[in-house]
């Protein structure tokens, strides 16, 4: 469903939006009804930092998804839509997608 749609029918859906540059990965959870960022996690995290000298590995992918999904399961949210925007589906971008839908369900069984 696109973003107008889903006003249209004035539910309030949860996206989780990815954006990628070369050095950094960002996931950020908004409403698609008020449009308000609700919580982010990105490889600019103070921790990964530390550990990893900005390199971008599956272990530090791994963490800022999992740093996310914990942020959403405290905030009692039941389900989210992933927007890649212009990525493609594949690579850093597929092992996202799966890594966020693989935690969630550990996280809400």
Sequence with gaps: MTLKK????????????IRKTNKHI?????????KRIITTSSTLCK???????FKMTDN??????????IKIYNLNIKGFFIDIGKNK??????????????FFNEYTI
Excluded: P
């Design 60 to 69: 530090v992918i791994k963490e800022v998804c999992k740093n996310l999904v």
């Design 6 to 17: 889903l006003k249209k029918k004035k539910k309030n859906k949860f996206i989780i939006k």
């Design 47 to 53: 921790y990964l930092k530390n550990k990893n000298n």
């Design 89 to 102: 589906y594949h690579g850093k971008i597929k092992l996202i997608c799966e890594l966020v839908s693989f």
């Design 26 to 34: 960002y996931l950020i959870l908004y409403s698609s009804f008020s």
